[in-house]
C-alpha cells in the first residue's frame, strides 16, 4: 500500500508526534479534531450545533451586508432626490470601497470554518438574499424621508442617517462577531471540538496565520481561479449599472418620485428570493450548483429582453421587466459558494476570494459606464452590455464544469490508498484541493446518467457528493441529448441509479427529490425533514386571509396607532401563551390532539376532538372562499375589468356568489331560501382546490415540507408587491395616516378596541383549530418548542402589520373614512374595496390577478394544516393504521369537497357566512377556555386532592368557573362594574375557604408558598397543575437545558390571563345571536352545531371511555393520561421506550411504585425535585 507524505511546507506548522503540537491555529484544530472523534456527536447534538451557529452568525452577518446593499444603493435613492453631479464623492466612495472589501472574503472565510460545503450554499444565499431586504429596507426609509420638510436635502438626510447606523453597527460588530471556532467564547470546549470535526470533511482547513507564497502562485496560475474571475466579472456588470440606474429608469417611466422608491423595493424581494431559492436547490440537489446557476439566468435574460423590446409607453410591463432581472444575484452567491467549496488551503482561499471580489469590484466599477445619460430611460447600450454579459457568464460556467470534471476523473486515479482521514488531516494541515490527494471539486450534477450494459462501467463513476448508499454509475449528460443520442446508441441503456442495492427510475429520482419521503423518529413516527418545514407549515397554518383582509379591517375600524397597544397585549397574553401549550403538547407526546389531550388527563380527550371539529368545520367553507378569489382570478383576464364602473357589492353577489336572496323574516318571523340549485363555477373551483391540497398533502409532512416553501414565500413576495403598488396610489398617505399616524388615546377607555384586539388575536393566529398540536407530532421531539412558538407567533403579526399596508393604501386612494362608513369586514376588504380599486388604477388586469392569486395561496396553506388535523386523528388510531396515508387522506379530501356543495348552492353563502360566525364566536372560544382551565386544573390532579383534600380542591375550582359565570353575567345584565364586583368577590371567598378548609400538605409548596400551611394550601389548589404540566413538559422539550424553557409564569397566565379574556370575549356571541339572526336558518343550524363542541367536551369528562377508539390500544394499555400520587415529583426524562418523552416515565411509573403512592425515583420513573437544586432540573439525555 502506498504511503502519503506531507507537503514540505505544511511541516513548521505541526508535528504530528504526540505530546509535540504547537501553539498555534492549526494546532488547535487539529487537536480539536482528535479530541471529537473521542467526545462523539449525536445527531441531535449536531442539529443543536448547527442552529447555535445559525443564531450566533447568521444574524451579524445577514445585517452587515444588508447595510452594505444600503449603503451602496443609497446612491440610487440620491438621484431620485436630486443628487445628478458628482459633489466630490469619488474619494468618499473610493475609501468606502476600500473599507467594505474585506466584508465579501471575510463572511466566506467563516462559512468555510464553521460550516460543512454541503450547507455553506444556503447560508451564502441567505447572506447575500439579505441584501434584498436591505433594499426593502431603503425603500421604505427613503418613502418616509421623502416627506421630511427640512432645511437639508433628502439626500442629505439619506447620507447620514445610515451612516451613522453604519457607523454604530461597525463598533457592534467589532465585539461580537468570532473569528476561527477556537476562539469562539459563544461555543463551550465539546462544541468547539464538534465544529472542527463537522468541517473536517470540506477539507479547506480552518485558520493558518502563515501567508504561503506557494499557495499564492498557486491560486495565480489555477485556471478555476480566472474562470471565476471571468464569471464575476460578466455577472456584477449589470449589477453596476442596474442598481445605480433602476431609480432613474424607473422615474424615467414616468413615476413619481416617491413612488420610485417603493417600486425599487420589489427588486430587492426578487433578489432575496432569488438567491434562497437557488442556494437552497443547490444544497438539496448533491452537485447541481452550475446548472441552477445557468437556470438563473433564464428571467435575468427574459428581464433583459422585456426590457428591450417592451415599447416605452408600457410603464408596468418594462417596470416588471426590470424587477425580474434582479434575479441575475443568484448566479453571484452560487459563484461565491462554488469557490468556498473548491479551494482549500488559507492563503490559497484568501487569494482565490480577492480575485473574485476584484472581479465583483470591476464589475460594479464598469456596469454604469454603459448607461448613457443621452440613453435614458431605454440606454439601449446598457441592455446589450447585459446580453453580452449573459452569454460570456454561460460559457465560462461550462468551462468551469469541465475543468472540476476533468479534475474529479484525475484525482480518482492518483488516489493514494488509505485511510479517509488522512485526507481530512491534510486539509487541516492547510493543504491545497491540488496538494491533497483525497480532495474531490464539487461539479454539477446533471440530472441523468446513462448505464450501458457493455461495458461495466461501475468501477468508474464520474459524479461525486451523494451518499455512500447512493452511487451514480455512468456518464453524466443534460437530459435533452440522452433524449437525442438515445434511439442511435447502439446497445441497451437504461436510465436509473443505484440506491442501496435497489434500481430506481428516473421518474422516480425526480419524485423523491420534490416530495421525499418522511424521517422517522425513534418511535417509527413521521418528522418534519428540517425544523424549518416544521415552522413554516406552523406560519402556514397561522397566515391566512386574516392576515390580508381581516387585520386591515380590524385597524380601520379602530384607527389609530393606539390599536397596537391591546393588539400586543393580546399577543403576549392569549396568543403566545396557548400556542406554545398546543406546541409542546403535541411535540412531548407525539400524537394528534385527542392523543395530547388524552395525555393531560384521559377525561379530557373530548378537547382534541373539539380542536378537529373546529378545524374541518373552517376548512368547509374556507374553499367555497378561495373559490370566489378564484372566480375574480377568472375575471382579471379580460379587459376591461368585468366590474369596472359597476357596484363591487352587487357584482360580488349577484355575478360570483350568485346566491339568491332569503324572503320573510319581517315582523319577527322566520326567513326562507327559495334558492336549491348549485352555483357550477363555485362548486367547480372547490374541486379544484380540493384536488391540489390532495396532491400537496397525501404523502405525509415529507411532500407538504417541500411544498410550503412555495406556497409560503409567493404569497409573502406577491404581498410586498401589493403594498408597494397601493402606497404608490394618489392619497394612499391618508390611509397610511390612518394606520400609524393617528393617536386617539379616549378609544383605550371602552371595550370595543380591546375585544376587537383579543378577537383578532384568536383569528389570526389560529389556536383551538388543532393544527399546530397536529403539526408539533411530526417535529422532532427534542425541538426548540418554545422558541418556534414565539418564531411562529412574532412572524404571524409581522406578516399582517406588513399586510395592512396592502389595504391602507387602498383605503386612502377611495377616500374612504371611518367616521362615515360602515365598519370593514374581511369580504368588504377583499371583495368590494379591492376590487373597486383596482379597476381604477393603471395596470389592473396585472394587479387584479396578482391580487386574487395571492389569496388563493395565502388560503392553500391553511386548508393543508385544517386538513392535517383530521388526517393525523385518524392515522394515529388502530382504525386509521390499517390503511396506507395516502388512503385515509383521499377520504379526507372526499369528505370535504362534499361538504363544497352545501356551500355553493344558492343559498351557500349565507349559510358560509353564519358557520363562520358561530365557529369562531362559540365553539373556537370554548374549546380555548377549556385548554386553559383543564391543562391547570385536571393534569396530575391526584396530587393536590392528596395533599389537600377533595373538599378544598373542589372548593377552589368551582369557585373559579362559577366567578366567571357570575361576573360575566351581570357585568351584561347590569354593569361592567357590578359584574367584576361579584366575580372578584366570588373568587376570593372561594380561595379563602379553599385555603382554610383543607388539609396541611405533607409536601410543602416550594419557595415562599410553603411558609407556612395556608400558602401551601392554596398554592396545591391554585398553581400545582399548572406548574406541573410546565415541569413535565420541560423535561422532554428543553432538552437537557440546550432549548428554551417554559417559564413559571406561563400557567399563571395561561388559567388567570388568558382563560377569562377568552371567556369574556366570547360572552359577546349570545346578545349578537339573540339580536341580528334568531329567526335566520343557517345561523341557528349553525349556533346550534357550534355547541357540539360542549357536548364533546363534557361527554369525554363523564365518559371518557367513548372516546377510545381514536387512542392506540398501546396507550390505552399503558394507562396515558392516568397519573399515580406523586407530588413535585417530574416524570424523568428516560431513553425513549415505548412512544418517547414524557410517556418513557408514564410507562415505568408503576413499576417503581412501593406501594404508598412514592417512587423511588429510579430511572424512568419520579423524581422528587425538592431533593435538587433546580426544581426543574432533569437529567441531561446523552
Known sequence: MATEKYPEDLKHTISLQPGTINDTSTAEALTLYHNADIIGTTPEQDRSLRWKLDLHLMPLLCFTYALQSIDKNTISYAAVFGLREDLALVAVRTLLGALEAAINPGTMLLFSMYYMRSEQPLRMGIWLGSAGVGYIIAGIASFGIGHIQASLSSWRVLFIIWGSITVAWGVILLFCLPGAPMRAKFLTPDERARVVARVKGNGTGIENKHFKMKQFWEAMMDPKTWLLFLFALMSNSPNGGLSAFQGLIIKGAGFSTLTTTLYQMPSGAVQMVACVLACWGASTIKNSRIPIMILALVPFLAGVLGLHFIPHSDAYARLACLWISFSYTATWTLSMAISMANTAGHTKKITTNAILLIGYCLGNFVGPFFFKSDQEPQYQLGVGMMFTCIAIQVASLLALWGLLWWRNRQRRKERVEGDESRGWEMGLLDATDLENKHFEPRTSCLASCLVFSTPDL?????????????????YALPLTTLSFIQPFVPCQVTIMAVADGQKQSLGKRIWLAVAPDSKKDDDGRDNFNSRSQFVLCAMGGAVGLGNLLRFPSVVFNNYGLQFFIPYLFALFLVGIPILILEITLGQAYRGGCVIAWNNVNHRAKGIGFSMVFNGFSVVGYYVPILAFAMTYFRMSFQSPLPWAGKDTVDFFLNSVVRNVDPVGGEDGGMKSYPGRGIVG???????????????????????????????????????????????????????????????????????????????????????????????????????????????????????????????????????INPDNTESLSTFSSGFFYYPEALAQMPGSNFFSALFFLTL?????????????????????????????????????????????????????????????????????????????????????????????????????????????????????????????????????????????????????????WGSNAVLSRFWYAAFYSGQQLRRDLNAVISNGGKNWKIHWVWPICLKYVTGPAVALVFSFAYPKFLNKHANDPPFIYSFVLMHFVILFIVGAFIVPRFFNILIPSERLERGDGKYDVSPQMTLDNAPIVDNGGIEAGQAEMAQHSNGEGSFDGGKGGLRDDTARASPDFVEPRQ
Open 681 to 815: 363555477e363555485t362548486f367547480g373551483w372547490c374541486m379544484m382546490i380540493w384536488a391540489l391540497v390532495w396532491m400537496c398533502t397525501f404523502k405525509g409532512v415529507g411532500l407538504t415540507g417541500r411544498v410550503i416553501y412555495v406556497t409560503m414565500a409567493l404569497p409573502l413576495l406577491l404581498i410586498a408587491i401589493l403594498a408597494v403598488r397601493s402606497l404608490s396610489l394618489p392619497n394612499a398617505s391618508d390611509g397610511f395616516r390612518l394606520y400609524v399616524g393617528t393617536w386617539r388615546s379616549e378609544s383605550l377607555q371602552g371595550p370595543g378596541v380591546w375585544q376587537d384586539a383579543f378577537g383578532q388575536m384568536f383569528f389570526s393566529i389560529g389556536v383551538g383549530f388543532g393544527y399546530f398540536t397536529s403539526y408539533a407530532s411530526y417535529n422532532n421531539k427534542y425541538a426548540n418548542a418554545v422558541q418556534d412558538a414565539f418564531i411562529v407567533a412574532l412572524s404571524n403579526s409581522a406578516i399582517e402589520i406588513v399586510s395592512a399596508l396592502a389595504v391602507m393604501g387602498i383605503v386612502g386612494f377611495l377616500a
Open 458 to 474: 461501475t468501477a468508474d463513476p464520474l459524479l461525486h457528493g451523494f451518499p455512500p448508499s447512493v452511487e451514480l454509475i455512468t
Open 856 to 1008: 388563493v395561496l395565502l388560503g392553500l396553506t391553511c386548508v393543508f394544516a385544517l386538513t392535517e388535523v383530521l388526517v393525523t386523528m385518524i392515522c394515529d388510531s388502530d382504525f386509521g393504521k390499517k390503511f396506507p396515508r395516502w388512503v385515509i387522506s383521499t377520504s379526507c379530501v372526499v369528505l370535504g369537497a362534499v361538504t363544497a356543495l352545501i356551500y355553493s348552492s344558492e343559498f351557500g353563502f349565507n349559510t358560509l357566512d353564519a358557520v363562520d360566525m358561530w365557529v369562531n364566536d362559540v365553539a373556537l372560544f370554548i374549546t380555548v377556555w377549556s385548554e386553559t382551565y383543564m391543562a391547570c386544573t385536571l393534569y396530575r390532579w391526584r396530587d393536590p386532592v392528596d395533599q389537600i383534600g377533595i373538599v378544598s380542591y373542589l372548593v377552589y375550582n368551582a369557585g373559579y368557573v362559577f366567578s366567571l359565570f357570575i361576573g360575566i353575567l351581570l357585568g351584561h345584565l347590569v354593569s361592567p362594574a357590578a359584574g367584576a364586583g361579584a366575580g372578584f368577590g366570588v373568587f376570593i371567598a372561594c380561595s379563602l375557604i379553599s385555603a382554610f378548609v383543607g388539609k396541611t400538605p405533607t409536601v410543602p409548596a416550594p419557595r415562599f
